[in-house]
Antibody
């Protein structure tokens, strides 16, 4: 059974960078069978896809966040990470890591982490 | 980018059938996936590829997709089905491929 677990600071100051790491267990990122994504959810609101990474390091980002987002992977640790720069209060959200099951030009998120609440405040 | 439209809320009595819609331009040509999210929990995939169920999801959950509307149907609704439900597509032709609907709050009366 694949499990994902987010970790990182729960409080970030405005204009600074948000950094989270997702540790994957029960499966290897290096298998190349899946893509690995970040998704966020502001309090009381819906889900927003942030981007994905493949084990090779190939990435794709939501255009609305592209200028501030970096997703990286460390296959030796079976982890992938999110960095969001120049944060504001609007970036306050629960951040989820998820496995993207991509096939035949379609894709769904079949395994999710429990989520990590990040608050942007001074 | 592609837009998915869901009703904000749906209410149903226990034992009845709930239908949650997801509208999108020619959505019938895409694979639609559905997630259930209970308060304080991560979303759970309940239907994928329009109508398939992951292992462990009750048969009461089913889906359909045609034209401009996809539908998640929950039969014999139980109190434990009360949750937010999100539809999702992967629009590989767009520069914003990962798209979610706004979510529907299912209330069991």
């Amino acid at each position: 059974q694949v499990q994902l677990q987010e970790s990182g600071p729960g409080l970030v100051k405005p204009s600074q960078a948000l950094s989270l790491t997702c540790t994957v267990s029960g499966g290897s990122i290096s298998s190349g069978d899946y893509y690995w994504s970040w998704i966020r959810q502001p309090p009381g609101k819906g889900l927003e896809w942030i981007g994905y990474i493949y084990y090779s390091g190939n990435t794709y980002y939501n255009p609305s966040l592209k200028s501030r987002v970096t997703i990286s992977v460390d296959t030796s640790k079976n982890q992938f990470s999110l960095k969001l720069s120049s944060v504001t209060a609007a970036d306050t959200a629960v951040y989820y890591c998820a496995r993207l099951n991509y096939y035949d030009s379609s894709g769904n998120f079949d395994y999710w982490g429990q989520g990590s609440l990040v608050t942007v405040s001074s | 980018s592609y837009v998915l439209t869901q009703p904000p809320s749906v209410s149903v009595a226990p034992g009845q059938t709930a239908r949650i819609t997801c509208g999108g331009n020619n959505i019938g040509s895409k694979n639609v996936h559905w997630y259930q999210q209970k308060p304080g929990q991560a979303p759970v995939l309940v239907v994928y590829d329009d109508s398939d169920r992951p292992s462990g999801i009750p048969e009461r959950f089913s889906g359909s997709n045609s034209g401009n509307t996809a539908t998640l149907t929950i039969s014999r609704v139980e109190a434990g089905d009360e949750a937010d439900y999100y539809c999702q597509v992967w629009d590989s032709t767009s520069d914003h491929p990962g798209v979610f609907g706004g979510g529907t709050k299912l209330t069991v009366l």
